[in-house]
């Protein structure tokens, strides 16, 4: 057979599929088991250079280059890891995942992936409802910066009407959102051409939410700046601390100023899954519009995010400045076809992935993992609170918990520097993973509870290693 013909052989695959699905399995039971590290050693030049040398000799079997690429692979399943806020992916997606990527039905138009827009049309109505927007509509879309941006282009279409799409922009134009909120909004701003000066930043309080009292002195450093301020972005949660801005509070001053109500909830609006958290983003279903990526707390593979809007028309308002005027009171709209309304043309089935975990209708899954998480961050949090020598930054509200090392009668600069230390030395032994993130000018050890394999014990694990690495 061709090099081609090969390629496309049915049984080969059936043969290699067979061996990769035993391979990530025995992985699977590797990282639950603890095995291994969680992150193997870093060095990108040498990394590097392994690929040079591997992609130059003759190919071996697929299963065993998968086997050294996933050996070489920071390991998401083990439940020691407590890093980004990126999902261990539940498997069952995965191979929803495989699915997808071998039928490639790319989306754009409806032809190119009837069942994916008809299942991306159900996932976004069924999450439209969790924040309580019965008539929500919206789309899904390849991350949360990419999810906020396509948001806020469609505020600015609303607010200040289509001219910018259509004539290009001056930076007459602002967006409000607290000093915590995720780099992808003033990413997003400067990208839609309002410099830095387009983003007006609200303080945040002891908890690192956003001061809504602070909002008219925003609005009026604003007008300062020659700007009209046209939407609030609230992070529900913060990306730092897991804090949850008072949405009601912020949707109170939207409605009096005329502002369009953003939630970026990319990580925290997952609550809305748990009756029990959903005061958490109380508020919500008075908002414009609100993003959910299903990769991180929603046990997803990277990257599926849901943009969602309360009103169904404000769906097309991001790239279809006429929207409005095509799709009249009577005609239905053509949500079939996704390239209308993302910025993406060829889309993943992103769909597929995440209705395979919703089977049924039954989100018990997602809430299951939800409210877990959160169980543990609130015993973390505790467990720090008791062990002599540490400190939380602040109670968390999420599954995001950040804290440190103390040394009675040590210095800032000295404190931060053996966090510092400790991270550096638990990463190169691969026993945990975890991540920092610097809080009012100071360095704090940061953990995203993600694994729902991760237990108390694993935590007490972590803080065991923390103490002892950060001596000197
Ligand atoms: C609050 C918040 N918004 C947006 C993002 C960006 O999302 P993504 O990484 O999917 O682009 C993050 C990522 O951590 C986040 O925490």
Redesign the pocket.
């Known amino acids: 057979m061709s090099p081609l013909e090969t390629a496309f052989d049915p049984e080969r695959f059936r043969r290699e599929g067979h061996a990769v699905v035993d391979l990530l399995a025995g992985l699977l039971a590797d990282a639950q088991a603890r095995r291994g590290p969680v992150l193997p050693p870093v060095d990108p030049a040498g990394e590097l250079a392994h690929w040079r040398r591997k992609m130059a000799e003759p190919p071996g079997a697929l299963v065993d280059f998968l086997r050294e690429f996933a050996a070489r692979s920071i390991q998401l399943h083990h439940p020691r890891y407590v890093g980004h806020?990126v999902c261990a992916p539940a498997p069952e997606a995965a191979l929803a995942g495989l699915a997808s990527e071998l039928l490639n039905n790319a989306m754009g138009v409806y032809e190119m992936g009837p069942a994916a827009n008809a299942l991306e049309r159900w996932v976004v109505e069924a999450t439209a409802g969790l924040l309580g927007w019965p008539a929500g509509a919206g789309f899904l879309t390849s991350?949360?910066?990419?999810a906020?941006l396509t948001a806020l282009l469609a505020a600015r279409n609303r607010r200040l009407g289509p001219d910018a799409l259509e004539r290009g922009t001056a930076p007459d134009w602002a967006v409000i959102a607290s000093e915590e909120s995720?780099y992808?909004t003033a990413r997003a701003v400067q990208v839609m051409g309002g410099g830095r000066g387009g983003l007006v930043t609200v303080p945040t309080d002891a908890r690192f939410k956003l001061r809504p009292e602070l909002l008219p002195a925003a609005l009026a450093e604003a007008h300062r700046r020659g700007r009209r301020p046209f939407a609030v972005v609230a992070?529900a949660c913060?990306?730092s601390t897991g804090s949850y801005d008072d949405i009601g509070a912020i949707a109170d001053f939207c409605g009096r100023h005329g502002l369009w109500l953003h939630v970026?909830g990319?990580?925290g609006a997952a609550a809305a899954f748990c009756p029990e958290l959903r005061g958490r983003l109380a508020g919500i279903e008075r908002a414009d519009s609100a993003v959910v990526?299903f990769?991180k707390l929603l046990l997803n593979p990277a990257?599926a995010?849901a943009v969602l809007f309360r009103q169904p028309g404000d769906a097309w308002a991001a790239f279809n400045q006429e929207a409005q005027y095509l799709f009249g009171p009577s005609a239905e709209e053509p949500w079939w076809d996704s390239g209308r309304r993302t910025f993406e043309c060829t889309k993943l089935s992103l769909s597929l992935r995440i209705a395979a975990l919703w089977r049924g209708g039954n989100s018990e899954l997602f809430a299951e993992h939800v409210r877990r998480a959160h169980r543990l961050a609130r015993d973390f949090a505790a467990l720090i609170r008791e062990r002599p020598g540490f400190e939380v930054a602040v109670e968390p509200e999420s599954n995001i918990v950040c804290f440190r090392r103390t040394l009675p009668g040590a210095g800032p600069a000295a404190v931060d520097a053996l966090n510092a230390r400790a991270r550096a030395r638990i990463l190169a032994d691969g026993s945990h993973y975890l991540v920092e993130t610097t809080i009012g000018g100071r360095r704090w050890l940061r953990t995203a509870l993600m694994n729902p394999l991760t237990t108390l014990a694993d935590l007490a694990a972590l803080l065991d290693a923390v103490e002892r690495e950060s001596a000197a």
């Open positions: 806020q991350g949360g910066t990419l906020n995720h992808c992070s913060s990306t970026d990319a990580h990526d990769h990257l995010t």
